[in-house]
């Protein structure tokens, strides 16, 4: 009996997990001083809403904002070194280096 349940909970629950979603975020630089990253997740959900932030070398926050409604996020591009953050919440955030942001 014991097995029976042990398998009936298993099987209840690794469907489940099956369904995680990965964040996905990239990050283009159109020439213009312009930058427009889009996200969303690998179950094909939406980024809407996800908190945005660009963060100086030092870590100090120069921009916070969300993604739009169709995944986007579009800043000026800082003089300084930079990174973006996409946080989504734990184990749903992604780091992008501002050096590995090219035309």
Do not use: R, W
Not at 2 to 23: Q, R
């Amino acid at each position: 009996m014991k097995k029976m349940t042990l398998s009936l909970v298993l099987g209840a629950l690794l469907p489940g997990m099956a369904m995680a979603h990965t964040p996905l975020c990239s990050c283009y630089d159109f020439g213009d001083n312009t930058i427009l990253c889009e996200g969303g997740f690998s179950d094909g959900s939406s980024a809407a809403g996800v908190e945005m932030l660009v963060l100086d070398a030092n870590g100090k926050e120069l921009i916070k904002s969300e993604m739009n409604e169709d995944g986007e996020f579009e800043f000026q591009k800082p003089s300084v070194d930079y990174k973006v953050l996409f946080k989504a919440g734990p184990g749903h955030s992604i780091e992008i280096e501002g050096k590995d942001i090219v035309e």
